[in-house]
């Protein structure tokens, strides 16, 4: 089994900063993508955040410029620096993986268990 544990959600006022992480841990062989989701009340959980395996990544439109994602692969985990951020980012935050964990394997999807952020305006 894969277990995500997830850190760093918080209450910030706009304009504020505020840093993710979620770890990775269990049986690991490798770890494909990473990514961080989010879902405000009544909406649809989105992408927010991509990071492949090479260290290539992709953002949603709306928090290009303002937020970074990373990954420490002897860690297994990935972080989020949200800078500048806007009421509209207020949701709960969702990391996911692509987990192989025994070769040869399929990969699995794993999903943490949400952290929440709140931006006051």
């Known amino acids: 089994q894969v277990q995500l544990v997830e850190s760093g959600g918080g209450l910030v006022q706009a304009g504020g900063s505020l840093r993710l992480s979620c770890a990775a841990s269990g049986s690991i062989f490798s770890i494909n993508a990473m990514a961080w989701y989010r879902q405000a009340p009544g909406k649809q959980r989105e992408l927010v955040a991509q990071i492949t395996s090479d260290g290539s990544t992709n953002y949603a439109d709306s928090v290009k410029g303002r937020f970074t994602i990373s990954r420490d692969n002897a860690k297994n985990t990935v972080y989020l620096q949200m800078n500048s951020l806007k009421p509209e980012d207020t949701a709960g935050y969702y990391c996911?993986?692509?987990?192989?964990?025994?070769?040869?394997?399929?990969?699995?999807?794993?999903w943490g268990q949400g952290t929440q952020v709140t931006v006051s305006s």
């Open positions: 996911n993986t692509w987990v192989k964990v025994k070769f040869p394997g399929p990969v699995l999807a794993y």
